[in-house]
Structures are given as C-alpha cells and as structure tokens.
C-alpha cells in the first residue's frame, strides 16, 4: 500500500504562443491552458503504482481558481483527494514560498511519497522537488525515465547513460518523459469528475527574498544568411554557439 | 501538436464543463492514433478494429443513450464527438453514428428489457458491432416501399431480400433489419450465424474507404421469435433512428470541414508564388473568408439543435436544415480547399481528397440533399413533392 | 558578497563548466571558493585564475550521488552568501536542497548575471525571458557554454574538509548509454537527410554527428519513400512528423513545401545542401552550399572540438 502526493501545475499549452506585454508575459492571451506535461509523466507513474500496490493517490495543485482544471482532469482518471492551494493577492512566489506550501499540503496529506515532473513547462527551473524533498527530510532522486510499476526501482541518468535506483519512503520522484502511454480519461472517469471535490487552501508563507524585475522577448534572431563551401563550416559552427547558443 | 479547431464566435465557449472534457477526450485520440493511420487506412479499404476497442474503452458509443451501460451523455456531447471524429474521417465517424443512432438506439427505444440487456452494454462496450438494414438496392430516398418482407412460420420468422449499402455490415455481430410483416414495417434483430443470412463486403469504393459497406442477403433467413423489436410499427421505427444519426452527422461534417479549412490555410501561408505567399492574393483570401463563414453559421446551426435536441423541442425538419446545410457546405469547403492546394491537393500528403471524396457518401446518405429540402419544401408549403401521386 | 562554487565534475577531472562558473563569479567581482566533492578535480581547480580557495570536501557519501547527501556535506562546508552551481541535474539538485536547507531563493538556469545580484533565465522554453535581482544570499545554477570560462594562472590556497550526509539512494545496476537511437519527436536537435545523401547507407554519418551532439535523426519523405533502410518513424513532414527543436540541421534536402510543414517552427535551422537554389535556403537561419560528403567531416570535427 503506498500514499502518494503527486503535484501538478496548470502551464499555458506548451505550442501557444507566448507574448511579452507592459514588462509581464500576456496570461490573459492564452487560450488553452494545460498540465505540465512532464507532471503527466508523474501522474501515470503514480497511477500505475498505486494500481501495482494498492494505497491511494492525492492530486495538489498551487494556482488561482482555473487550476482547479488539472485537478479535474486528475479526477477523471480516478484521483478522488483533490488540493488545490491559493491565496488571494499571492504573486511572483518565489522557491522557498512555493516549497513550504507545497510541503506543508503533502504533510497534511499524510503521503509518503510525492511523484512530480522534473520542471514545470513555464519557468522550467526544476527546483520544486528537491527542495519539497529537504523540507519533508525525504529523499529525492531527479529525472527518472522509467520505473517499475510496483516502485521498487527508478531509473535516473549517469555519466554512463543511465542507472537504476531503489530508494525507501519517504521519497519525491521527479519524472521526464516516460516510456508509458498517457492514459485517456473516458465517459464514466468525465462523469465522476464532475462531482469532483477539490479541497481549496490557504498557506501562510513568508515573505519573497526575490524582486520581480519582470519578462522580456528574447533578442530577434538576425535574419538567416547563406555561406559558400564547406569552408564556412567553422564560422558557422562558431556563430551557433555564440551567436544563436544552441551548441 | 495540439489542433486548433476554427471557432470564430468561440460557439465551444457555450458547451458545459464535460462536454469539454469529452471534446478534448476525442480530439486528443483522434491526433494522436486516427490521423497517423488514416491515410493507410484508407488505401487499404479497412477499418482498423483498434479503433472499435478504443471507441469502446472511451465510452462514446450510444453517447446519449441512458442507462444499460451506455453513457448517457447530452445530444450536444454526443454532436462534440461526431464533429471530433469526422474531423479525423467521416469513415470513422460512420462507425459511431451507426453503432449509436442506427443500431444500439432502435434496441434502446424500441425493444423489449430483454432484448436491451443482452445487446446494449455489450454494444456500449464495443464488443458487439451493430448495422442498420434499411436501404435496399431498389429503395433508397423510398424507404416505404421496401421489399424485404417477414413471414410469421409460428415459431420463427422467415426473412427474405436484401439490404445493401450497409455501413458495418461484414464486421457487425448483429443487424436491426427493417422488413414488411404483413405489409407492415416492423424491425428485426439477425445476428451473424442466423440460417440464412449473410453480409458480403461491396468493394470498389473511392469514398468512405475507411469504413466497412455491405449488403446483407437474407434467403430463407430464420430467426427466433424473440428478435423482433416489440415497440414500434412503421417508418417511425427506422425514421427516429435516422433523426439520430442524422444530428451527428451535422455536427460531423463540421469537423471535416474545419480539416480542410485549416489544411488551406496553414498551405496558403506557405505555398509562395510571384515571391508572395498566396494567401496575399485576394482570390485567395475571398475562399478564406467564405469558407470561415459558413462553418461558424453552421456551427451556430449545430449548437442550437443540439439545445433542442436537449431540451426536447426540435421537430425532424429541424435536423433535416443542419444535417443538408453543414453536409453540403462542407463539401463546397472541401472542394475549394482542393483548389487551393493546387496540384498539391490530390496528394495523400494533405488531407484534402480523402473529406472531398468522403462527402461526398456523407452528402447522399442519411437522405440526400434534395431529399432534405424537400423535407423542408413539404413544412413550409404544407405540401409534399416527393412523388406525383400520395 | 561571497560566493561559493560547487565543482562540476567528468569522473576524476574538472568538468569545463565550473571553469564557466568562475569566470562568472569573477565578472561579479568575487574570487569564489571552490568546493570539489571528494577532491575531485581539487588541483586543477587551484590553478584556474580568480579562484580564491579550493576546499575539498571528503565523505563517504560522495561515492554515490544523493542530492541530500550531497547537500547536507556541501551546506556544512560551506560558508554563507551565494552558493553557485551548474544547471545540470547533479547541480540543480543539490543547489535546490542547500537553498531550502538555509532558507534561501533558488534560481536555476541563469544566462546573464551582473552585480545587485540580478539575473535573467529563460521561460517558457526560451520563448520568454525573465529577470530578477536577489539582493541577500541565494543559491543559482548557471547554464553551461553561456559564461565565458576563466584560464588558468591562479593559484589557490587548498583544504580539506571532512563532510558527510546520509546517502538514502541505491544505485543497483549503471547502464551504458542506449543503443537506441533517439526518436524525432524528443529531441532538442535533429540532423535530417533528405534524397540529397544518396542513399541509405550514407546516413550512417548522420547518425555519428547526432550521436556527439545528442540529436535525433530524421529523414524527408523522399529519402524514407527512395530507401527501405529510412523507416516512416524518421519522417518529418506534411506525412511525417511535425517537430519543434532548438535546432534541426538539414543535410540534402530541398526543402519542399511538405517538408517544412513538419519543421519549420524549428528555433534554427541549419541547411547543407550543394544546390544555391534549394528553397529549404529560404528558411535557413544558417544555410551552407555545399555538398554533404565535403561539409559534414568539417562539421564533425568542430563539434568534437566543443565537447
């Protein structure tokens, strides 16, 4: 039997196009927002634990009332404990504010292991689990590409190419995509979550140690240029590494 | 890639929570499973039966059907998954509607409890495919003057005739069969194995090649007793199935349409010409827009019927106006977005073809064009023009 | 403000990054102290210029790596202000827990920095930046070839510490780097052939060039429809598959309508082909004419010089 957290964040679809406007990206241009999909990876894992060994899954989310979508989404593949935490007027969180929330409703959630996706698809900094990790005294093993159903071991990368890991509860598990096939939710798991209980929360945080200076475009790429022979292979090299920095 | 469908007057934005979910459900499918094998699909002329087991697990069948494992969704969701489906194929959506409107509804409105418990979950479920035999060689827009006829031999019924253009035919389980007992129409339940009957696939078609089409023999065909559907008499019987089906396919053919609508847009902003892209050219631009006002009218059309349907006040020629309208704009748009492709157009590459040929089927069947105006002839005038004498 | 760098490391040997850190550190005006776990790395680290001390922290738990284990040594060796790792995911983990044990702002994958401290990291997968000063301690990674590594001629007072954690990870099988190749659909790079490679066999380059940058190889349809050896899997296009990479080099192909359907949303696009007519040089941020027997070795070789 296994208690599992597993967090989700509501990210603008990842194919939108995201819009710089007065300092800030644009929310309000998005039209489809979505879970982060590598927390889809963490939730099929937990789905599939939890099926493997029985126990029972609680879904947490931290965002404003539109959240509450992924929670639903969770419900219609099963997931019946449903939190979402918020505070009117939070803004601009920064990592520890976002952690100790986030912990304290793991906490309150009584799960011995939190399963979640190794960054979240819009600020993409990967600190969530780990740092929930240290705050519950749990250990954390980042970036699993597969598992086993029963989590008896993960797989995470090496300097040899990958490992395989058993760690004991508790444990956050952090997740990039996986080999498994997403399962759909269908009519009946839509129905229940309509009825969907989600638990809504309050967190008193302390105060943010980071200033917000706001969002910028990045620089226009410089219009594309033609070079001729293969001599020009070094120069081009070069510029995709200083100049387009993809290399 | 996630698809975004036109929704100029965001019309989605009026469906209900679960409608939504139920549309992104299909939509994320259908894009994920449908599309990558469509076109082979289609080349082959099969039906690939993992999307009969898909349909099934997601629960879409019978979608407004309730109780006896079926969904019990609203008529609009179940239009959301038609238009979701076709979006994909009208081939595939045929599956749907005939396994839904045609097969598991007459069972469900006309047959006995028994009768409902031994075919409707199962059919829900995907386990059992069903077909509509209505249409015969001889009769189409004429249904009433069928020849397939039910003798009463005491303790079966015999059946004998023919149906053809069968959608699920060769691969269905069982067939709600409509035939004249004593010069009534009456329908029967035959499941494949019944003496007598059989469903030989028709091959050669440029149209629906992803759907199965059939006819069904009957020679001597004797089934029990108990497989006649007790509950109705006449062309009422036959007639509110294809009210049914005939609901999806309005919003059905939405989606195709939306298909090649974004398939020519995405391609007019590509495609350059004269060192512009062709959708700088207001030829061009002129199909854009036509092609952008019809499917948001038709999309208006489809949601209030699908509010009437709902809220029961919709009367058939209701679903005659959405059903000719949405069909036959559709497959305007196809054929202008053929157009617009160019050479390009005929290629398995886009989609194109593949709705253009498909509406074709789509625009006869479920009563042709001509036939539904005339529907709409006889409401407005008060008289019928469907044959010289009544 | 101090600065604390935790050492990346390749094995026993100093990974080029932390020289990246240091310049970085520099730039802000401090002589960071390096902390190398179990001294890997320590002597060279010495020598790297704007280096202010080299501490080697010794502990059983560095044999294996668990981010908490590692955080805990690294946190008590430690001193306090800004402790500075790279943003791989060794360095993201143990930089997060060290900043939740001391209560401080994490910020990971940081592209520009300059005093204050205020700093800039992408979002939203680099369609957006974002921008932020810490004024107190905090704890940063920093993306690796962004930062102008130091050289060498400094030489750095050395310690040893004894440090460590309670390892709660078991490593039970390492496995070498798969075989399988890499699917389109993943990847942040992508080398594709077109009919231009001539023949299936030839994509074998393609596939050694992926293999030193992590790609993935893909294919036009032309190649995949020309040769049995391409499979369908490796199409991108109207038919293939539509992907979104960082960058996606094309080698021999055209660059046909149905093609760049499936690619064109690449961030940059690279184009080899011998043809100066191809369209695909429409949409190349870097295109290169010339054929691909004499291009590729050239390109093979200055990403071997990168690595």
Same mark, same amino acid.
Not at chain 3, 70 to 78: E, G, M, P, R, V
């Given at each position: ?17 995201i ?31 939890v ?106 990368p ?42 809504v ?43 387009a920095?993809v290399? | ?21 139920v ?6 499918w259908?894009?994920e ?90 059919m ?19 249904p ?8 009463d031999?005491g303790?079966?019924?015999l ?73 109705v ?7 509110s ?8 396919i ?48 038709g ?22 106006l ?19 492709h ?24 479920e009563g042709?064009?001509?036939i ?19 | ?48 210029? =704007?280096? $202010?001390?080299?501490?080697?922290? %010794?502990? @059983? ?6 981010? +908490?284990?590692? *955080? #805990?040594?690294?946190d ?21 827990r ?19 401290i ?69 990847a ?5 052939? =077109?009919? $231009?490679?001539g023949?299936?066999? %030839?994509? @074998? ?6 293999? +030193?940058?992590? *790609? #993935? ?13 391409i ?31 499936g ?45």
């Amino acid at each position: 039997m296994v208690e599992i957290a597993v967090l989700l964040k509501q990210v603008p679809d990842t194919n939108a196009k995201i819009a710089v406007v007065g300092g800030r990206v644009d929310e309000s241009a998005v039209t489809s927002w979505v879970t982060s999909p590598y927390d889809e990876y963490a939730l099929e894992a937990a789905l599939q634990h939890v099926e493997a060994a029985g126990g029972s899954i609680t879904a947490i989310t931290l965002g404003p009332a539109r959240a509450d979508k992924v929670l639903k989404d969770a419900a219609a593949l099963g997931v019946t404990k449903l939190v979402r935490i918020w505070q009117d007027g939070w803004e601009d969180l920064d990592s520890n504010q976002v952690q100790s929330a986030l912990a304290d409703a793991v906490k309150a959630s009584g799960a011995e292991m939190v399963y979640c996706g190794k960054q979240s698809a819009d600020r993409n900094q990967g600190s969530t689990g780990p740092g929930i990790a240290e705050l519950l005294g749990a250990a954390c093993v980042v970036e699993v590409s597969e598992f086993d159903a029963a989590g008896s071991s993960y797989l995470r990368p090496a300097a040899s190419g990958s490992e395989k890991v058993t760690v004991s509860a508790p444990a956050v598990i952090t997740f990039t995509k996986t080999d498994s096939d997403l399962r759909r939710p269908n009519v009946r798991g839509i129905m229940m979550a309509k009825k969907a209980q989600i638990d809504v929360v309050a967190s008193d945080v302390c105060g943010s140690q980071v200033t917000f200076n706001g969002h910028s475009s990045p620089a226009e790429k410089p219009p594309g240029k033609t070079y001729q022979g293969s001599d020009s292979v070094p120069e081009v090299v070069g510029l995709l590494r200083d100049e387009a920095k993809v290399l | 890639m996630v698809y975004e469908a036109l929704d100029f007057y965001d019309v989605d934005s009026q469906l209900t929570e679960e409608e939504v979910m139920v549309r992104d459900m299909v939509r994320d499918w259908v894009e994920e499973e449908v599309l990558p094998k469509i076109e082979d699909a289609c080349a082959e002329g099969v039906f690939p039966d993992e999307w009969r087991v898909a349909l099934g697990e997601m629960g879409v069948l019978g979608a407004p059907l309730e109780g006896y494992g079926c969904p019990g969704l609203s008529y609009t969701a179940y239009g959301v998954i038609c238009r979701e489906l076709e979006r994909g194929d009208s081939g595939l959506r045929s599956f749907a509607s005939v396994q839904g409107s045609l097969a598991m509804y007459p069972i469900w409105d006309f047959g006995s409890e028994e009768q409902k418990e031994k075919y409707l979950p199962k059919m829900a479920s995907g386990e059992l495919i069903g077909c509509f035999g209505l249409t015969e060689p001889d009769y189409g827009s004429n249904p009433g003057d069928m020849v397939t006829r039910a003798e009463d031999k005491g303790d079966h019924y015999l059946l004998n005739g023919a149906k053809m253009w069968i959608t699920n035919g060769t691969i269905s389980d069982l067939a709600v069969v409509w035939a004249k007992l004593d010069g009534v129409i009456r329908g029967f339940i035959v499941e494949t194995g019944d003496e007598g009957y059989s469903a030989p696939e028709m091959k050669g078609k440029y149209s629906l090649r992803a759907s199965v089409t059939s006819e069904l023999v009957f020679q001597d065909c004797k089934i029990p007793k108990d497989r006649i559907l007790p509950g109705v008499k006449g062309l009422r019987g036959p007639f509110s199935c294809l009210n049914n089906a005939r609901f999806g396919i309005s919003w059905g053919a939405l989606g195709a349409a939306q298909a090649c609508y974004n398939s020519a847009k995405e391609y007019a902003l590509s495609r350059t010409q004269f060192d512009q892209p062709i959708a700088a050219y207001q030829l061009i631009q002129n199909k854009l827009a036509w092609m952008l006002r019809e499917i948001t009218k038709g999309q208006l059309l489809a949601l209030e019927l699908g509010r009437k349907k709902d809220n029961g006040t919709w009367i058939p020629e209701h679903i005659s106006l959405a059903k000719m309208n949405n069909v036959d704009i559709a497959l305007e748009i196809a054929r202008m977005a053929r157009d617009m492709h160019g050479a390009n157009g005929i290629l398995d590459e886009y989609c194109i073809m593949r709705h253009m040929a498909n509406l074709e089927s789509v625009k006869t069947y479920e009563g042709t064009h001509d036939i539904h105006n005339l529907i709409l002839g006889r409401h407005i005038t008060g008289i019928q023009s469907f044959t010289r004498s009544l | 403000m101090d600065i604390t760098i935790i050492a990346e490391t390749n094995g026993n040997q100093l990974h080029a990054v932390t020289r990246q850190l240091v310049g970085a550190a520099s730039s802000l005006g401090a002589s960071p102290t390096i902390l190398c776990p179990s001294g890997s790395g320590a002597d060279e680290a010495a020598g790297i210029a =704007g280096v $202010g001390k080299v501490l080697s922290v %010794n502990g @059983d738990c560095f044999s294996t790596f668990d981010g +908490g284990a590692w *955080a #805990a040594a690294l946190d008590a060796a430690a001193g306090d202000g800004v402790i500075m790792g790279a943003a791989t995911a060794q360095g993201r983990d143990v930089v997060s827990r060290i900043a939740a044990r001391r209560s401080i702002p994490v910020v990971q994958d940081v592209v520009a920095l300059s005093g204050g401290i205020k700093m800039t990291h992408p979002i939203y997968s680099g369609k957006a930046m974002q921008d932020v000063t810490v004024a107190g301690s905090c704890a940063i990674t920093l993306r690796a070839n962004t930062f102008p590594a130091a050289g060498d001629g400094g030489s750095a007072e050395s310690a040893t510490v004894q440090q460590s954690g309670d390892v709660k990870i078991a490593v039970q099988e390492a496995i070498a780097k798969a075989s399988e190749r890499l699917d389109v659909s993943d990847a942040d790079v992508i080398i594709s052939g =077109g009919r $231009g490679m001539g023949g299936p066999e %030839n994509f @074998d380059k393609l596939y050694s060039l992926a293999e +030193g940058l992590g *790609a #993935a190889v893909g294919a036009s349809r032309a190649a995949v429809d020309a040769w049995d050896g391409i499979p369908h899997t490796m199409q991108v296009g109207q038919t293939g598959k539509t992907v979104n990479p960082t960058l996606y080099i094309a080698v021999g192909i055209s660059g046909a309508i149905q093609h760049l359907a499936g690619m064109r949303t690449s961030k940059y696009i690279v184009a080899i082909n011998k043809d100066p007519e191809a369209p695909i040089f429409k949409v190349a941020d870097y295109g290169i004419v010339s054929t691909w027997e004499e291009a590729l070795p050239v390109l093979a070789s200055e990403i071997g010089k990168l690595q």
